[in-house]
């Protein structure tokens, strides 16, 4: 399964609109892409999924350009509840891999 | 419905010690998972099971056995206990392979001294 990038860490402000963007370069055609959220003490939960285009449900919509080589996750007007980390994964049958994540901490 | 559920929550155990993680769905879900997150680390797949009967070994099986008798449980067995296996342990299930969401269990903190 290839390999994914995300920044470590993001800051922002409650009201703001943020973009965590992942890189991917090799992924597969069969591969999916999938944003999970974890707070602290607790499992992830599912975000968004999709494989091209763009994606939108009721908490974010999912970036995907033609090359599919990267996508951004796109939340609207964060709150403080939407402090946690954020986890891009390629999903492929069985396989499927988390990295480090991006820790958004969002300030009042 | 209660999800995907985990017992026990905390559990500290010493060198060499055994012990069995249980793991329950009530979704109804063919697909069961069990991953462990280090500190500071994201998750790693250690078992999966396909089905009743059906179990396959993820990226970090060692020192791990699970087994799958029926649909809705799916206990993960840690034999001989090391300080390595010190980590926090989710669960999770979802409905087939492919694209579909998994739901997560609210993970058991083991710690091995």
């Known amino acids: 399964l290839a390999k994914t990038t995300q920044p470590i860490s993001m800051d922002s402000y409650e009201g703001q609109e943020v973009n965590i963007t992942c890189s991917h370069n090799?992924?597969?055609?069969?591969?999916?892409i999938t944003w999970y959220q974890q707070f602290p003490s607790q499992g992830p939960r599912f975000i968004i999924q999709g494989y091209k285009t763009k994606v939108t449900n009721e908490v974010a919509s999912l970036f995907i350009p033609a090359d599919r080589k990267s996508s951004t996750l796109s939340l609207p007007r964060v709150s403080l509840s939407d402090t946690a980390v954020y986890y891009c994964?390629?999903?492929?049958?069985?396989?499927?891999?988390f990295g480090a994540g991006t820790r958004l901490t969002v300030k009042p | 419905n209660a999800g995907v559920t985990q017992t026990p929550k905390f559990r500290i155990l010493k060198i060499g010690q055994s012990m069995t993680l249980q793991c329950t769905q009530d979704m109804n879900h063919n697909y069961m998972y069990w991953y462990r997150q280090d500190p500071g680390m994201g998750l790693k797949l250690i078992y999966y099971s396909v089905g009743a009967g059906i179990t396959d070994k993820g990226e970090v099986p060692n020192g791990y056995n699970v087994s799958r008798s029926t649909t809705e449980d799916f206990p993960l067995r840690l034999e001989l206990a090391a300080p390595s296996q010190t980590s926090v342990y989710f669960c999770?299930?979802?409905?087939?392979?492919?694209?579909?969401?998994?739901?997560f269990g609210p993970g058991t903190r083991l710690t091995v001294t």
């Open positions: 090799n992924i597969a055609t069969n591969d999916y």
């Open positions: 999770a299930s979802s409905y087939s392979a492919g694209p579909y969401e998994q739901y």
């Open positions: 994964l390629l999903y492929n049958n069985n396989d499927m891999r």
